[in-house]
């Protein structure tokens, strides 16, 4: 892993345009087909909780975090987490979970959910759910669910259907 120097800022409204260009070069016209994407429809992001990870003012990464109600538990979907491939591997995407997290956790939520790698986030905090015990509307992959709490206890007895948060 090469030496790389960015800063971490959070997302402001003007960005919107380049996060969008962000996430179709990271995740291409599949990503609206995707179930996290579709959970994500129709509630805004969090937006002391959006992230942006930059080199001379230029976006390289952008992390989210939606409210969702994990049962009858609110927590927060972690995603869309994406870096520009050039720069994959080189400990962006990390730094935006850890400054998202922390920033979560500063707010008194209790957990994050995603749907990605163990072998990518288990190192920042995230395991398994136990299978079953947590589902999302629409076809996932149960054993890419992650949760990781954001305060001591805080995806103990968490059960139960994903659905969309207003807050």
Known sequence: ?????????????????????????????????????????????????????????????????SPIWIGDHPGLLLG????????????????????GMAAAAARAEIAALLVGDLPYYGPLGFHRVPLGSITLPGPVDPMRILVSALKPGGTEGLAGAVLPRRI
Not at 2 to 10: G, K, M, V, W
Not at 12 to 37: N, V
Not at 39 to 58: K, T
Not at 80 to 99: E, F, S
């Open 80 to 99: 869309p987490l994406a870096v520009l491939p050039q720069y994959n591997g080189k400990g962006v995407g990390k730094a935006l979970v850890r400054t």
């Open 1 to 65: 892993m090469t030496s790389l120097t960015f800063d971490i800022a959070h997302e402001r409204p003007q960005d919107a345009a380049d996060i969008e260009h962000l996430h179709e070069i990271s995740f291409g016209p599949g990503r609206f087909a995707r179930t996290a994407f579709r959970l994500r429809e129709g509630i805004p992001f969090v937006d002391e909780l959006g992230f942006v990870a930059l080199i001379d003012g230029r976006m390289i990464g952008s992390v989210r975090f």
